[in-house]
């Protein structure tokens, strides 16, 4: 004879079924996966099922959520919505924020808003699409952040200050420089990257 189970007192049927899967930590997951292979391969020589390997889900995952490899990849090359949280703090702070930002970005997800651009001549003419990207995302958009003179090359000259910590910390590992506190590095680093922001005398 069948039995029919009924959920607890107080919980209804769907409240027992298993959670839904999180779409946006997926998403997430998904574009840390093909951001790590772009680094490492050349983009021609990445398939779906490496990424979908990689962040833990079915290629038909990944189709459901950014339709094909080419509309993936257009969101691992751009820089606009990580741009935006860089740049998210008032100009006389923003040196310090944005080291803070690339230090937070390599502890928590082992990756920063800029550092991928080190990877573009792996690339071919996708590197050409990366270097554009960074131009006018990252470079350009700080530009427009800063008064004075010479702001297009301050602003140049402040993201290349911030790759070259990027690089020690998150390429080549600096072991004394991973053991110190980020706020150390932010208060010692931070008014480096903000010497080429503020408005010169």
Do not use: C, W
């Not at 600096?174 to 706020?183: H, N, P, Y």
């Amino acid at each position: 004879m069948s039995t029919v189970t009924t959920p607890p007192p107080g919980l209804t049927a769907s409240a027992t079924a298993a959670p839904r899967r999180d779409a946006e930590a997926t998403k997430a997951a998904i574009l840390r996966a093909a951001r790590h292979l772009l680094a490492r391969r050349a983009h021609a020589d990445i398939t779906l099922k490496a990424v979908a390997d990689r962040a833990g889900v079915s290629p038909p995952l990944i189709l459901k959520y950014f339709g094909n490899k080419d509309a993936l990849f257009a969101r691992v090359m751009s820089f606009d919505s990580d741009t935006a949280a860089l740049l998210d703090a008032p100009l006389e702070d923003l040196g310090r924020h944005m080291v803070r930002q690339l230090l937070v970005g390599q502890t928590e997800r082992g990756a920063d808003p800029i550092l991928r651009i080190v990877f573009a001549p792996l690339q071919g003419e996708q590197g050409d699409i990366l270097r554009a990207n960074f131009r006018t995302q990252v470079s350009d958009r700080l530009a427009e952040r800063l008064t004075g003179p010479d702001a297009g090359l301050r602003a140049e000259l402040a993201v290349s200050t911030l790759l070259g910590l990027g690089v020690m910390y998150g390429i080549a590992r600096g072991t004394s420089m991973r053991a110190t506190a980020i706020e150390d590095i932010v208060e010692r680093y931070g008014p480096t990257v903000q010497a080429h922001l503020t408005r010169p005398v």
